[in-house]
């Protein structure tokens, strides 16, 4: 939403969704910046069922991450990760996602 309007977002640009008291944002680059959008959808179910085989992958229990965005992985405490997506924003990967993830990007 924008005002009284609404800002379509291309999907294969948006990095991540989250969700954020019942409210789902979506990350994409608007000029060049990485911006959040808010959705009208309250949940990142509601996110996976629009999208179905889409392959985002969900990091968090309130992230959901398009791999392809990730330009780059490191380790944290825990037996975490940290994945940078545009703009130097990290996201931090849940332990039990983080082997999957690796997995997925093929370390």
Do not use: C
């Amino acid at each position: 939403r924008a005002g009284d309007g609404h800002v379509f977002l291309e999907l294969k640009r948006t990095t991540h969704f989250e969700v954020e008291d019942e409210v789902v944002y979506a990350w994409a680059p608007v000029g060049g910046k990485l911006s959040r959008h808010r959705t009208d959808w309250t949940s990142l179910g509601e996110v996976e069922a629009a999208f179905p085989g889409s392959g985002f992958l969900r990091i968090q229990r309130h992230l959901l991450l398009r791999p392809e965005a990730i330009l780059g992985l490191r380790p944290i405490e825990g037996g975490r990760a940290a994945v940078r997506v545009a703009d130097g924003v990290d996201l931090e990967v849940s332990r039990s996602m983080t082997p999957k993830l690796k997995e997925w990007l093929g370390l």
